[in-house]
């Protein structure tokens, strides 16, 4: 099983960053996935999730109305376009993907705003 997230970096305030999650090894399908962040001394949040077919999304109060998640399951990718980022918005991003008897987690991808 993989999770392999990508498409972090360093953006200005304001910017914009699109995430990818691919998953390996398991019915990409059938997993709800979610994107969570973490920063050092706080525990894990969840930023955005969306149900194993699409057509169900749930986000923190936080970003909505600023990223938006969405999955092709045909490429067994999800992925979380992020706009207007803010400097609080720092943190390393992790996809999860979940079923009630399996979670799998990536291994994470560093979001820094800063100017």
């Known amino acids: 099983v993989q999770l392999v997230e990508s498409g972090g970096g360093l953006v200005q305030p304001g910017g914009s960053l699109r995430l990818s999650c691919a998953a390996a090894g398991f019915t990409f399908s059938s997993y709800a996935m979610t994107w969570y962040r973490q920063t050092p001394g706080k525990e894990r949040e969840l930023v955005a999730a969306i149900a194993s077919g699409g057509g169900s999304t749930n986000y923190a109060d936080s970003v909505k109305g600023r990223f938006t998640i969405s999955r092709d399951n045909a490429k067994n990718t999800v992925y979380l376009q992020m706009n207007s980022l803010r400097p609080e918005d720092t943190a390393v991003y992790y996809c999860?993907?979940?079923?009630?008897?399996?979670?799998?987690w990536g291994q994470g991808t560093q979001v820094t705003v800063s100017s």
């Open positions: 999860n993907a979940w079923r009630p008897e399996y979670n799998y």
